[in-house]
């Protein structure tokens, strides 16, 4: 698969991440709960997908820029984590719904450091 491809799918997946967490925080910040959300489970599988498309399409790039896992150097932990905290992330409004507030705000500036460890590799 070609790296223009991997980027595209890469991004999609980050869009789609990010409309499912949006919408759950939405619903959460609304009133709502876990129990009376309609768009749950659509939600969930579109996290989860989008989820995996990041990780597979993240994984791919990397191989084409010639990177082995053996060779992952800081920034990609670093992205790795921060997908992981991701993946949990549409949990945490359910269980703590005071979170939503905070997430709203702290969801895209995780996700701008995830951009700024691709785009500069810091370490």
Do not use: C, R
Not at 40 to 68: E, R
């Amino acid at each position: 698969m070609s790296y223009f491809l991997l980027s595209v799918l890469h991004i999609l997946g980050v869009l789609f991440l990010f409309t499912a967490l949006g919408a759950t925080l939405m619903h959460v910040l609304n009133g709502g709960t876990k129990e009376d959300n309609p768009w749950k489970k659509p939600l969930s599988i579109i996290h989860g997908v989008s989820l995996l498309v990041i990780l597979l399409a993240g994984l791919g790039i990397l191989i084409a820029w010639g990177i082995k896992p053996s060779q992952f150097e800081g920034w990609v932990w670093a992205k790795i984590v921060i997908w992981a905290f991701f993946g949990a992330a549409i949990v945490l409004p359910y269980k703590v719904p005071q979170s939503a507030k905070l997430l709203m705000f702290l969801l895209p500036l995780i996700g701008g450091l995830a951009v700024f460890l691709a785009v500069y590799k810091p370490f």
